[in-house]
């Protein structure tokens, strides 16, 4: 089963599918292989993260599109998505990672998707680090309210392994809920 149907995409740009994805590990590889199912299917997709990721993951995408104010570059978007189907869209590099949008620029994208023929957008929420396991602080994960579908991630190289900080960005209360679970015998 292809990521599209799990999800139960709808695929149509008049009401664009927006999926946040939030948690640990697999996020990232999970929006840009959303969007290139998408394509391959001859519609189009944008890969807009809220939050940092690595730069190099901007190689992951055929086309990048950089957003370096508040307003996005929707000449240079059309082009993108004309060659391509589907892009990455993103802020600058800081150090080794580039910057995310803000909410309100994914949401300004969602409401022109049936204009650019856009039917899905992927939108990576929440930064792990590259952890498998995640558990979010007070201001995580940064949605746009255009999202559609929330989709949690955590990497499968967690499973049958201790959570430590090599391997989790744990809050307190995340810990004393794994704990309660182990007691259970449910993890």
Not at 59 to 76: L, N, T
Not at 142 to 170: E, Q
Request: net charge positive; charged share 20%; proline share 6%.
């Amino acid at each position: 089963m292809l990521l599209h149907q799990g999800l139960r995409l709808a695929l149509n740009p008049a009401t664009p599918d927006v999926v946040s994805m939030v948690g640990g590990g697999g996020k990232s590889s999970t929006a840009f292989r959303l969007a290139a199912e998408v394509a391959a299917l001859g519609k189009r997709a944008v890969i807009a993260p809220s939050t940092r990721i690595a730069a190099f993951q901007t190689a992951w995408a055929p086309a990048f599109v950089e957003v370096s104010g508040a307003e996005i570059p929707w000449d240079e978007l059309e082009r993108q998505l004309a060659r391509y189907q589907y892009c990455l869209l993103g802020g600058p590099v800081v150090g080794d990672r580039r910057l995310g949008l803000e909410a309100a620029q994914i949401d300004a994208l969602a409401r022109r998707a049936a204009e650019l023929q856009i039917a899905v957008i992927t939108v990576e929420a929440d930064g792990s680090k590259m952890r498998p396991v995640k558990a979010p602080a007070d201001h995580e994960p940064v949605l746009p309210d255009a999202t559609t579908h929330l989709a949690p991630v955590a990497g499968l190289n967690a499973i049958g392994v201790a959570l430590d900080a090599r391997r989790c960005i744990a809050r307190s209360w995340c810990a004393a809920f794994w704990r309660s679970m182990r007691m259970r015998r449910l993890c």
